[in-house]
C-alpha cells in the first residue's frame, strides 16, 4: 500500500493545478495552485529531474523541454522509474488492481527501459551508478533532491544564475529591473542575490534554508526598521473578494459532486453487470472506478468543508495590517514590500497613500 501511494503522490507533482493544500483546514497554506514546481523550473531552466525516496523506495521524476524538442513531441510525457534503493532494482511501477483486499503490480519491463534510455540520453547521469548517487544525497529517511540543468542564457550567453562570483551566493542578472533604478549600484540587492532575497522571504521564518553549502541567516523586516509603526486598515472591499470567492468554490463543488454522482452510477451499474463472479479484468475494472468514486468523495468532502469555512469568515471582521519604518542601514532601500500568506510575493514597489480606491 505504501509504494501504491508515494507513486501516486510523486504523478501528481507533475499534474498542473494538482493541490491537497487549497482545501485544507489551514487556509493560510502557501503553494495551494500546484504550479510553482513547474512554472519556476521552466522558468529557471530548460530540463529538471526529480529524486525522491520514502520507505527505502526511491522515484525519479523526469520533465525536459530539450527531450520534447529534440524529439519533436507535443505530448507532455514524464519518465518515472521507480526503485528499490536496498537491491537498487526496478519495482513494479504501473498499473495497479486490487483483487480480493490484496493488490498486484504490472511490471512493464519495456517501459521501464524506454524511460531509463531517455533519463541516461538527455540527463546528466549517464550510468546508473550516477544515478544512485543522487539518492545517497538525500541522507534522511524521506526527502527530495531536485536537480536544473541548461539553465538559461542572458543575451549575451551567459547563464542568468551566477554561482561563481560568491562561493556562498547565486547571483542573478538583474539588468531587467534597471527601468526602475538610476544605475546598477542602486539595484536592490534583494534582486541580485538569492541569499538576500531568502533572508526575508517569509515574514515568520521557520524554514532553514541552505545557499551554497552556507546556511542563510534570516530575518524579521519590521524587526530592522528604526520606529516601526503599526496601523490595522479595516475595509469593505475584503467582502466583495470573499463573496466572489464563495461563488467560485460553490462552482467547483457543483462541478464536483456531478462528477461523483457519476463516477457513483458507473459503480453501481458495473457491480449489477458483473455479478457475483466474472473475469479478474472485469474486477480490476470495478475496483478502479470505486477508488476513483471514493477520492472524488474525499475531495467533495474537503471542498465542501472549505466552503463552510469561507462563509463563516463573512461575518468576521477582516484587516490589512501596514508596518512603517525607516531602513536606516540603506536609505535608498525604500518602498512597500507585500506578504501574502506570510511569503514575499512584492518587494520595493512604489504605492501612494492608500484610501478605499487604492486597496
Known sequence: LVFFYFLDDVFNVIVFGKSAKRHAPDSNQIGQYGNGLKSGAMRIANDFIL????????????????????????????PMPCFDLRT???????????????????????????????IKKYSPFKTMDELFKQFNLITTPTGTLIVLYNVKLTDTGESELNIKTDPYDILIDSRNRQSLFDDDDNIPLEYRSLRAYACIL?????????????????KKLP?????????????????????QEIKKCEKELESLEERKREADSQVHHLQQTIGVTTSLEERA????????AAELKDLTIRLRNGLARKKSEMS???TLTFIYGLNIQNRAGDGVFVYNCGRLIKMYEKLGQPNKKTV
Open 51 to 78: 529524486f525522491t525516496k520514502k520507505d527505502n523506495i526511491g522515484t525519479c521524476l523526469f520533465l525536459s523541454r530539450s527531450f520534447h524538442q529534440e524529439e519533436h513531441i507535443s505530448q507532455v510525457i514524464c
Open 88 to 118: 537498487q532494482q526496478a519495482i513494479q511501477n504501473t498499473d495497479f488492481q486490487q483483487l480480493n483486499g490484496t493488490r498486484t503490480y504490472t511490471f512493464d519491463k519495456a517501459k521501464h527501459e524506454l524511460e531509463m534510455h531517455l
Open 202 to 218: 517569509y515574514y515568520e521564518p521557520r524554514m532553514r534554508i541552505t545557499i551554497q553549502r552556507r546556511r542563510v541567516i534570516t
Open 223 to 243: 524587526h530592522t526598521l528604526y520606529k516601526p509603526r503599526q496601523y490595522q486598515f479595516k475595509s469593505t472591499r475584503f467582502k466583495t473578494r470573499s463573496e
Open 285 to 292: 475494472r470495478l475496483r478502479k472506478l470505486q477508488i476513483s
Open 316 to 318: 468576521t471582521t477582516k
